[in-house]
């Protein structure tokens, strides 16, 4: 897959204990993108941060927390991206998400694996 030029970002931000039907949510997200034939997914978990609740959610020795912050992070065309929202409605009862539009200067995907 080639994707280059205008494109969309969807950010959603979650904690690492958020679950869907006992799996990880943010698992669960990345399952269904890779379903609807998205470009691609990642996940990304932070060190630090905060959300709605103020509690702080740190890595730090003497405050471990088992609930950090994760983002998960697509990109694709606009269309293909808003197509997706209506999954995060079910999926996502508290959490974050944004959607930016974004220029891609180079996305080369290698080909599937059977």
Known sequence: MRLEGEARRLS??????DRHAHHSLATEIVHRAQQAGLAGAT???GVEGFGSSNALHTTRILS?????PLIVLIVDEAERIDAF???????ITEG???IDDVHVVKYVGR???P
């Open 64 to 68: 471990l927390s088992n609930d950090l």
């Open 96 to 98: 974050l998400v944004i």
């Open 111 to 113: 080909p599937a694996q």
């Open 85 to 91: 929202l209506p999954q995060l409605d079910e999926l």
């Open 43 to 45: 996940v990304v978990r």
């Open 12 to 17: 959603i931000f979650i904690g690492e204990s």
